[in-house]
């Protein structure tokens, strides 16, 4: 569950709820996540925006060094899943290192799945 004076926090404008929250709370109230993680986080909406066709994307060299660094992904156990979550935000082209891919990656696991 959540605390009621947590709610309440957020709900005055007084915290941001964090990822996990809004999995959290989405879940509870049976809301979709994403929704809710918008109207949270506006700011998170480029983020997920839909990706554009497989012909318009391009591959960052970041992501490109990324996933060639086959070490690198043994090391963290990055799943088949996540490469492709962070494939999609690699589109953005904001992310220009492993270091941010992997901040990502743990952003990514801290948020419960929907199963």
């Known amino acids: 569950g959540v605390e009621g004076s947590h709610i309440a926090y957020?709900?005055?404008?007084?915290?941001?709820?964090?990822?996990?929250l809004v999995g959290r709370l989405a879940d509870i109230l049976g809301l979709?996540?994403?929704?809710?993680?918008?109207?949270?986080?506006?700011e998170a909406k480029?983020?997920?925006a839909e990706a554009k066709p497989q012909n318009e994307r391009k591959t960052s060299r970041s992501w490109q060094r990324f996933i060639e660094n086959q070490e690198?992904?043994?090391?963290?156990?990055?799943?088949?899943r996540e490469l492709r979550t962070l494939e999609h935000l690699s589109f953005l082209g904001t992310v220009v290192s492993a270091k941010e891919f992997l901040a990502i990656l743990t952003l990514i696991r801290d948020i419960p799945s929907s199963t």
Do not use: C, F, M
């Open 72 to 80: 690198l992904l043994s090391d963290y156990n990055v799943t088949d």
């Open 32 to 42: 979709d996540r994403q929704n809710l993680l918008i109207l949270a986080h506006p």
């Open 10 to 20: 957020i709900e005055h404008g007084r915290r941001k709820p964090s990822l996990k």
């Open 46 to 48: 480029e983020l997920i």
